[in-house]
């Protein structure tokens, strides 16, 4: 296994993916992040997932997880968490661009659709959070959501549908 730098401008983390598949002569290539932008520090789980994202997408075998206290402390164990969940949904989104893992967003977003919280929690790659954030703002009507209140726009049309 090469392992590829972590620091790569985005225009250029496609080319820094084939030269490195080339010139290792298709060695398995896993790449830090690549951190796309260095101007985030606390935060460079996620430029670490942009690049990945794209550098899984362009051919890069593995992703390893960036947490946000790279470049700033070690790591706590919720840091490692937020660093392996921003890493895994890079790679899960070069995934469904390269036409593989479209089956559990088809889930989530038929799930969504009905407004089956349960099954929402089910497909979400975080459960307990997704959990979280809906406990806490639940509308009186306990099926919309609560960014939208009652004029959710996905229960107002199911709501159309029934009727029709």
Not at 27 to 32: D, E, R
Not at 97 to 109: F, L, N, P, W
Not at 114 to 121: E, I, N, P, S
Request: aromatic share 6%.
């Amino acid at each position: 296994m090469v392992e590829g730098p972590g620091h790569v401008p985005l225009d250029q983390v496609e080319a820094n993916v084939r030269l490195q598949k080339s010139v290792c002569d298709g060695a398995p290539f896993y790449v830090l992040g690549p951190l796309v932008t260095d101007i985030a520090p606390g935060y460079d789980h996620i430029t670490a997932a942009i690049g990945g994202a794209l550098a899984a997408y362009h051919g890069a075998d593995f992703l390893c997880y960036v947490t946000p206290a790279e470049h700033l402390s070690l790591p706590t164990p919720q840091d490692v968490k937020d660093g392996l969940i921003a890493s895994k949904i890079a790679a899960h989104a070069a995934d469904i661009a390269r036409g593989r893992g479209k089956d559990r967003d088809m889930r989530m977003s038929l799930a969504r659709k009905a407004l089956d919280w349960d099954g929402m929690y089910r497909e979400a790659i975080d459960e307990a959070k997704a959990r979280e954030y809906r406990s806490r703002g639940v509308t009186d009507e306990k099926e919309g959501c609560s960014m939208c209140g009652d004029v959710c726009a996905i229960k107002i049309v199911n709501d159309y549908l029934k009727k029709g």
